[in-house]
C-alpha cells in the first residue's frame, strides 16, 4: 500500500525562490514520544522552528524505520540492544539496511514548482536522490547534533556507514558487556 506523504508550506515559497526544505522520514518513537534513541525528534523540532522563523517547505515522508515500518523497527531495537547498529539490525531482519526512497519528496516539490532547493539535513543521500530526480539542491542547512548517552551508537552509525555529516564530540561509551572504548 502507499503511504500518504505530507506537504507543510510556511510563508508562500514560489518557483522564483530558493526555499528552505526539509525532508522528514516519518519516525513515530522520536517524533511523537521523544525516543532517547534516535535524533529525529529533535532535528524535526529544529527544522519546524527555523522553517516556522523563515519560510519553507516541510515534507513529511511516510516512511519509518528507513522505510522498514515500525513493526520491523521495533524488532531492529532488540537487535541493537544485543550490539549491531541500526543498518546491521536492518540487514539481520532480510531487510535493506535503509530502504527510504527520495523521488516522492522530488516529485511533491515539482507539484508545487520547487525545483531548487536550499535542504535542511546532514543526509548526503537525501541530495543525491532529489538531485537525480531534478531538484537543485543550491545549498544544505545542517542540523543540529543531538547527542545524548541513548543514541551515540545510533549518530556513529550514521555518520560513519552512511556518510552524515555531523561531528560528534569523543567520549566514553559502555557497550553491553560492561566494558568501556573511546569512539568518535
Do not use: W
Not at 539535513?121 to 537543485?136: C, E, H, M, S
Request: one cysteine or more; hydrophobic letters at 35%; glycine letters at 8%.
Amino acid at each position: 500500500m502507499e503511504q500518504e506523504h505530507l506537504a507543510v508550506i510556511f510563508g508562500s515559497p514560489t518557483s522564483q525562490e530558493t526555499p528552505l526544505v526539509r525532508v522528514h522520514s516519518e519516525c513515530l518513537t522520536g517524533d511523537v514520544f521523544s525516543s532517547a534513541r534516535c535524533d529525529c525528534g529533535p532535528q524535526l523540532e529544529e527544522s519546524l522552528r527555523i522553517l516556522n522563523a523563515r519560510g519553507g517547505i516541510l515534507l513529511y515522508l511516510r516512511q519509518e524505520g528507513r522505510g522498514i515500518g515500525l513493526y520491523h523497527k521495533v524488532q531492529a531495537y532488540a537487535l541493537q540492544d544485543e550490539g549491531m547498529d541500526t543498518y546491521e539490525a536492518n540487514q539481520a531482519l532480510g531487510l535493506p539496511a535503509d530502504a527510504r526512497d527520495f523521488h516522492d519528496a522530488a516529485r511533491m516539490l515539482h507539484a508545487l514548482g520547487i525545483h531548487r532547493c536550499r535542504l535542511i539535513t546532514n543526509n548526503p543521500d537525501k541530495v543525491r536522490q532529489l538531485t537525480a530526480n531534478g531538484i537543485k539542491v543550491v545549498e544544505c542547512v545542517r542540523t543540529g547534533v543531538f547527542v545524548n548517552a541513548n543514541n551515540y551508537r545510533y549518530l556513529a552509525a550514521k555518520k560513519h556507514r552512511a556518510q552524515h555529516v555531523i561531528e560528534l564530540p569523543v567520549v566514553e561509551v559502555a557497550d553491553s558487556g560492561g566494558c568501556h572504548d573511546r569512539t568518535s
